[in-house]
């Protein structure tokens, strides 16, 4: 059984830096592509970043490109997400996901993945 695990979420204050983890385990040999969502309150979940399942397409939403930069082992399947310059609307339940055996691009849609970690909440403050 395939587990996505998520962690490093927490308080930072405006314009600081947080990193978060995500390992997934339970995989006989399969390779992943890998991406982060979150979703506020009220909210939809939407695509903040993710790699494809080599490593070497990585993809971001334009609202924290610039700011935030994933990286990715594929021999492991792991991954982390550095956030700086963290602003108020970053804000929100971080959550990794996980598709197993994709094709090269980066799937940048809910839909595009069957494996989601529990979550790690992620607070911005002034």
């Known amino acids: 059984q395939v587990q996505v695990v998520e962690s490093g979420g927490g308080l930072v204050q405006i314009g600081g830096s947080l990193r978060l983890s995500c390992v997934v385990s339970?995989?006989?040999?399969?390779?992943?592509?890998m991406g982060w969502f979150r979703q506020a309150p009220g909210k939809e979940r939407e695509f903040v970043g993710g790699?494809?399942?080599?490593?070497?397409?990585?993809d971001y939403s334009d609202s924290v490109r610039g700011r935030f930069t994933i990286s990715r082992d594929p021999t492991k399947n792991t991954m982390s997400l550095q956030m700086n310059d963290l602003k108020p609307e970053d804000t929100a339940v971080y959550y990794c996901?996980?598709?197993?055996?994709?094709?090269?691009?980066?799937?940048?849609?809910?839909?595009?993945?069957?494996?989601w970690g529990q979550g790690t909440q992620v607070t911005v403050s002034a």
């Open positions: 996901a996980a598709k197993a055996n994709p094709r090269l691009a980066v799937p940048t849609t809910v839909t595009g993945y069957d494996n």
């Open positions: 790699t494809n399942k080599n490593g070497y397409r990585k």
């Open positions: 339970g995989s006989t040999g399969n390779r992943y592509a």
